[in-house]
């Protein structure tokens, strides 16, 4: 059980049940964004705002592609929605976050025998045990 409590209570799967969460209810608001707000605003563009009556036959095979459009359109609505409302404000605050900040100073360097990170105030290599020369850039 402690292992299970160890494996529940990890960075990792909180942060995933949280997105998981955060997504099926983001994902329910991006639909009623679709279904409430833009189809009908692609109704009063075009007259139409269901496209599921539209349909082809080709011997004697009925063809419903109305649905396909449907979807298609509720896909490209959703993604715009998305990327406008969500990524595009996000990357651009990151971004601005990111500009002021100075990179920090490495805290490791390479063993030049085995190509290992090591810390960069190390004389000997902690893996090939080959010795370094003090003060020496690597």
């Known amino acids: 059980m402690k292992g299970f409590k160890q494996f529940l209570l990890r960075g990792n799967v909180l942060d995933l049940a949280v997105a998981v969460v955060m997504g099926a209810t983001f994902g329910a608001v991006v639909t009623a964004l679709v279904k409430d707000l833009m189809n009908p605003l692609i109704a009063a ?23 396909f459009i449907n979807a298609l359109v509720s896909f490209i609505l959703s993604a715009a929605t998305v990327y406008f409302l969500v990524v595009l404000p996000v990357n651009t605050l990151i ?28 004389r000997r290599c902690a893996f090939c045990t080959s010795s370094l020369a003090a003060g020496a850039a690597h």
């Open 95 to 122: 971004a601005r976050v990111k500009r002021g900040e100075v990179a920090p100073d490495p805290t490791t360097k390479k063993c030049p025998e085995c190509l290992s990170d090591i810390p960069i105030a190390a």
């Open 45 to 67: 563009v075009m007259g139409k705002p269901d496209f599921s009556a539209l349909a082809f036959t080709l011997n004697n095979s009925k063809f419903g592609i109305g649905d």
